[in-house]
């Protein structure tokens, strides 16, 4: 069965610095894709990145970028130059052969001035 | 960028009614749409898949008929929470896919949130 984990229930960050968020996985799947959403107090969700199972190189998007391992089964979202509108709740997903886009716990992540 | 709309945004029903919440792609054909329910500081958890012309298939736990969800066409579909109670409360979210995969983008509604006193 596939499974996400996200440690990290609560992260800080400063402004204009970095931030990784952690996202482990476990599927039998060879093929299975990877996700980031954006989930800001108005509860929509954003998607932000994705990453595939066969792609060699790690995603990036902007600011974002997937730090993808596969032998490790993580696939940590990293933020570049933080913003104050980055402030929100980050979810790790998952979809494989089921056809179904499984989520993490969530990481909400607090942007300090 | 593909549109998924929801209607209505929030909702406040008395207990032992039924609430109906609609799910729309506006600019693509969603062959499967997907229902989601969320409660306060948690995660998203998967209701149920639906895809057009067919039964909905439900995840385990989800009463089918506490949750009717109907995919009557390529860009609707409706989730009915029937005889709905307080802890039915909840943000309900839908998502649409044009087509099934793992490498497919699912594109989410903006939510409902569903209050029942």
């Known amino acids: 069965a596939q499974k996400i984990t996200q440690t990290q229930p609560g992260m800080f960050v400063q402004e204009k610095e970095a931030v990784t968020l952690d996202c482990t996985y476990d599927?039998?799947?060879?093929?299975?894709?990877l996700f980031w959403y954006k989930q800001p107090s108005s509860g929509e969700m954003i998607f932000l990145i994705y990453?595939?199972?066969?792609?060699?190189q790690n995603a990036t998007e902007g600011r974002y970028s997937l730090n993808f391992q596969k032998a490790r089964k993580s696939a940590n979202l990293v933020i570049s130059a933080s913003q104050l509108g980055d402030s929100a709740m980050y979810f790790c997903a998952m979809k494989d052969s089921s056809y179904k886009l499984i989520f993490g716990s969530g990481t909400r992540l607090l942007v300090r001035p | 960028g593909a549109v998924v709309s929801q209607h209505p945004s929030r909702v406040i029903c008395k207990s032992g009614t039924s609430v109906k919440i609609e799910c729309r792609s506006l600019?693509?054909?969603?062959?499967?749409m997907f229902w989601y329910r969320q409660f306060p500081k948690q995660s998203l958890m998967l209701m149920a898949t639906s895809n057009e012309g067919s039964k909905a298939t439900y995840e385990q736990g989800v009463e089918k008929d506490k949750f009717l969800i109907n995919h009557a066409s390529l860009t609707l579909s409706t989730l009915t929470v029937t005889s709905a109670h307080p802890e039915d409360s909840s943000f309900y979210i839908c998502?649409?896919?044009?087509?099934?995969?793992?490498?497919?983008?699912?594109?989410f509604g903006p939510g409902t949130r569903l209050t029942v006193l």
């Open positions: 990453q595939g199972s066969y792609d060699e």
């Open positions: 998502s649409a896919s044009w087509t099934l995969g793992a490498y497919n983008e699912q594109f």
């Open positions: 600019d693509f054909q969603a062959t499967t």
């Open positions: 599927t039998s799947d060879q093929s299975y894709g």
